[in-house]
C-alpha cells in the first residue's frame, strides 16, 4: 500500500492550497479516505474525510473552508483548502482506513504566514 501527498508548501493568510493524495495497492472505492493534519507539539487531528458517494466529514475548525473530495477512477483524494489560516500549519497526512486497517502517507508540509 502506498500513498503519495502532494501539494502541500507556503501561502500567505487568506490564501489557498490544494492537497492531492494518489493511493495504490488498495480497492481505493471501499476505503473511507481522509486528511489528518499534525502541528508542532500536538497531536494529529483528523481535518477530513469521507466515503465513496458520501458527504465529507469535518473538524469544525475547517468546515466551511475546506472541502475533501475523491475521484474513485484515479485513485486520489484531494483536500481543497481556502481561507487559510496560520493556525492550520502543520503536516498533512492522506490516510485510508478500512475496518481495523489504516494506512498513512508520508505527509506533506503546509506553512501559512501571517
Known amino acids: 500500500v502506498q500513498l503519495v501527498e502532494s501539494g502541500g508548501g507556503l501561502v500567505q493568510a487568506g490564501g489557498s492550497l490544494r492537497l492531492s493524495c494518489a493511493a495504490s495497492?488498495?480497492?481505493?472505492?471501499?476505503?473511507?479516505m481522509g486528511w489528518y493534519r499534525q502541528a508542532p507539539g500536538k497531536q494529529r487531528e483528523l481535518v477530513a474525510d469521507g466515503n465513496s458517494g458520501g458527504d465529507g466529514n469535518y473538524a469544525d475548525v475547517v468546515k466551511g473552508r475546506f472541502t475533501i473530495s475523491r475521484d474513485n477512477a484515479k485513485n486520489m483524494v484531494y483536500l481543497q483548502m481556502n481561507s487559510l489560516k496560520p493556525e492550520d500549519t502543520a503536516v498533512y497526512y492522506c490516510?485510508?482506513?478500512?475496518?481495523?486497517?489504516?494506512?498513512w502517507g508520508q505527509g506533506t508540509q503546509v506553512t501559512v504566514s501571517s
Open positions: 495497492g488498495i480497492i481505493f472505492r471501499i476505503y473511507t
Open positions: 490516510n485510508a482506513k478500512l475496518g481495523p486497517a489504516s494506512y
